[in-house]
């Protein structure tokens, strides 16, 4: 009796002086995650680290990460099992702005302490060997360790798979912690005091529900060990949602509509000046162009993103659209002396054209990135598709005709010449 006694004054001992460094979302109202890391492997720089995710049950999943942002991030993300009742954890691997991969070689389980109690949602987590493994992004002793948060507002999942499909998450951020303030305790469960679940390798498990899983009761207190966060910031999850969407709407009108249509009228309109609206359409998209890619730069920079395809191919479009206004002057007024094509006409025809339709691609690209909807990246692809036909059909059937019969489009578009000129001098298609 003496030896037990004796065991189990220990563990409370280890157990009163564990510390976890906590962190509660400022954008849904109960969400906290808090890591303790034990004194062996705070030692040693290698071995378990224990997790806790707690939040309302009334959200379908819940996720905390390591690192600054998805790609590569060691994500553990939990929702209900198939009763409702109990807690299913998913160890997943992130593949940047696409849904994480379950990771079967992850070695997880649950503590007691997890379940659901009445509209909470508390998973207690060993993660076995998740520190110093090469590909953990978890330093033991770091004083600013990076991490990840996400959750998802919706129907309860209510799977038993750790490979279940999860939505896009409705809220997200990141965040700092200071670990070697999240130091203590023994390999025991120091969110509730009860040993671990111990021969177990699965990820999902049931919790008594008398179990107290108030961790601030149980751990010892959480430590002030938040270094920053998303709510120090004004890059907050929402704002960046909130301007990724700007960004996209704006970029979507000035390289799906403005530019293509601008292109589409000066082969259509015989009217005189009609140069003039070509002009003006085009520098009204090139506007929204520069302050979609202000918007952009932003979001990249915030999300650590600027080394990404779709931002890189974004600021050299932008970049080299530049070029156009000089180019298509050029081009005009040497018209207007030689009324034929020269090099800076083909230089401004088909540098445009490339241009924009780089840029409708990279539409393509940038949702990919932000992860939007399917039906949302079909609509783009629609419309986008139609547009671009619709362009190409209309410069196809005015180059051969121009070719064949000549055209007097950019006379009369300019104004200039005389009435002898349009009857003598067949204009030829430039624009």
């Given at each position: 009796m003496a030896p037990k006694l004796l065991f189990l004054s220990l563990s409370m001992m280890s157990i009163a002086y564990a510390q976890v460094a906590k962190y509660c979302s400022s954008d849904?109202?109960?969400?906290?995650?808090?890591?303790?890391?034990?004194?062996?492997?705070?030692?040693?720089?290698?071995?378990?680290?224990?997790?806790q995710i707690k939040g309302p049950s009334s959200l379908s999943w819940m996720a905390i990460g390591t690192g600054s942002g998805m790609s590569g991030s060691n994500m553990f993300v939990v929702y209900t099992d198939s009763d409702g009742t109990n807690v299913t954890v998913s160890p997943r691997l992130g593949q940047g702005h696409f849904e994480p991969e379950f990771n079967p070689d992850a070695s997880v389980a649950l503590l007691a302490g997890s379940g659901v109690n009445g509209d909470v949602l508390t998973a207690n987590i060993r993660?076995?060997?998740?520190?110093?493994?090469?590909?953990?992004?978890?330093?033991?002793?770091?004083t600013a360790s990076d991490w990840i948060w996400a959750a998802h507002e919706g129907s309860a999942l209510n799977s038993n798979s750790e490979s279940a499909e999860i939505e896009e998450h409705t809220y997200k951020g990141n965040f700092q912690l200071d670990l070697t303030q999240a130091t203590g305790g023994s390999s025991l469960n120091p969110f509730t005091g009860a040993a671990a679940v111990e021969g177990s390798s699965s990820s999902s498990g049931s919790s008594d529900s008398d179990s107290d899983s108030d961790s601030d009761s149980d751990s010892g207190g959480s430590s002030n060990a938040v270094v920053s966060s998303d709510s120090d910031s004004a890059a907050s999850g929402k704002l960046i949602d909130d301007v990724t969407m700007a960004h996209g709407i704006i970029m979507s009108l000035a390289f799906v509509i403005f530019f293509p249509a601008g292109a589409i009228l000066i082969r259509l309109l015989s009217l005189r000046g009609a140069v003039w609206v070509h002009a003006s359409m085009q520098i009204w998209a090139y506007v929204l162009a520069i302050a979609g890619l202000g918007m952009g730069?932003?979001?990249?920079?915030?999300?650590?993103?600027?080394?990404?395809?779709?931002?890189?191919?974004?600021?050299?479009?932008?970049?080299?659209?530049?070029?156009?206004?000089?180019?298509?002057?050029?081009?005009?007024?040497?018209?207007?002396?030689?009324?034929?094509?020269?090099?800076?006409?083909?230089?401004?025809?088909?540098?445009?054209?490339?241009?924009?339709?780089?840029?409708?691609?990279?539409?393509?690209?940038?949702?990919?990135?932000?992860?939007?909807?399917?039906?949302?990246?079909?609509a783009y692809g629609?419309?986008?598709a139609v547009v671009f036909l619709i362009w190409m059909v209309v410069v196809v059937f005015k180059e051969v005709k121009g070719n064949k019969n000549g055209s007097l489009t950019e006379k009369r578009s300019t104004g200039s010449g005389s009435d002898r000129g349009f009857q003598n001098n067949g204009g030829r298609r430039v624009s």
């Open positions: 849904v109202s109960d969400l906290c995650y808090q890591v303790n890391i034990p004194d062996r492997t705070a030692q040693t720089g290698d071995g378990d680290i224990y997790l993660c076995s060997g998740c520190a110093g493994s090469s590909d953990s992004q978890i330093g033991a002793t770091s730069v932003w979001v990249a920079r915030s999300s650590d993103e600027l080394n990404e395809a779709h931002p890189i191919i974004g600021i050299v479009v932008v970049a080299l659209l530049i070029l156009q206004p000089p180019l298509g002057l050029i081009h005009h007024r040497l018209w207007k002396t030689s009324e034929r094509r020269t090099a800076w006409a083909h230089i401004h025809l088909w540098l445009g054209r490339a241009l924009i339709t780089l840029g409708i691609i990279n539409g393509g690209l940038g949702l990919q990135l932000a992860a939007n909807t399917r039906s949302g990246e079909i629609v419309v986008a």
